[in-house]
T-cell receptor, first 114, second 112 residues
Framework: DTEVTQTPKHLVMGMTNKKSLKCEQH?????MYWYKQKAKKPPELMFV???????INESVPSRFSPECPNSSLLNLHLHALQPEDSALYLC?????????????FGQGTRLTVV | EDQVTQSPEALRLQEGESSSLNCSYT??????LFWYRQDPGKGPEFLFT???AGEEKEKERLKATLTKKESFLHITAPKPEDSATYLC?????????????FGSGTQLTVLP
């Protein structure tokens, strides 16, 4: 099973709302990622968690707040977003540790900020 | 600086017309090159991992190859359902984590 599950699939939120994106995997992977993808562009890395610790934050604005409650779950908390934050948000996981293995992606959350 | 460049940006083929997509890279120490397929509005679907020059992987109509400077994704006798954006990515080491750096993708359209 190589499934990464993201919820919700679609989200519309106002600029004053607070919402969360959720991601779950049961492959025993210890590295989890958040990517942002705009139309006709490749995914851009936002955050990397390695063994439940934040190891990379690609200078993402503080209105995006990641959380890794355990090795299977990854959340992205959203607050006071801007319309330009509208995008497809992708979660991914890989084995982590010393391995340089492939990452498996979820189907994404299509976020629209109004 | 690590760079991944894919060409062409877009490719239109007739059904059955074989072709190749290119991914060239300049990274300080390749730790893996990965090919993904992405359908509109969906997450990337993993296809292949290549680790060393000379390595080849095949799956149905797709074959991926790797040299020291580039990778090719060969598509033999494509069908309309092969239409998608094909992304390559390289694994680089950054601090305590290993992250993927993506190319900009090739949008493939296969016409019936």
């Amino acid at each position: 099973d190589t499934e990464v599950t993201q919820t919700p699939k679609h989200l519309v939120m106002g600029m004053t709302n607070k919402k969360s994106l959720k991601c779950e995997q049961h492959m025993g992977h210890r590295a989890m990622y958040w990517y942002k993808q705009k139309a006709k562009k490749p995914p851009e890395l936002m955050f990397v968690y390695s063994y439940e610790k934040l190891s990379i934050n690609e200078s993402v604005p503080s209105r995006f707040s990641p959380e890794c409650p355990n090795s299977s779950l990854l959340n992205l908390h959203l607050h006071a977003l801007q319309p330009e934050d509208s995008a497809l948000y992708l979660c991914a996981s890989s084995q982590g540790g010393q391995g340089f293995t492939e990452a498996f992606f979820g189907q994404g959350t299509r976020l629209t900020v109004v | 600086e690590d760079q991944v460049t894919q060409s062409p940006e877009a490719l239109r083929l007739q059904e059955g017309e074989s072709s190749s997509l290119n991914c060239s890279y300049t990274v300080s120490g390749l730790r893996g090159l990965f090919w993904y397929r992405q359908d509109p509005g969906k997450g990337p679907e993993f296809l292949f991992t290549l680790y060393s020059a000379g390595e080849e992987k095949e799956k149905e109509r797709l074959k991926a190859t790797l040299t020291k400077k580039e990778s090719f994704l060969h598509i033999t006798a494509p069908k309309p359902e092969d239409s998608a954006t094909y992304l390559c990515a390289v694994r680089v080491f950054s601090g305590s984590a290993r992250q993927l750096t993506f190319g900009s993708g090739t949008q493939l359209t296969v016409l019936p």
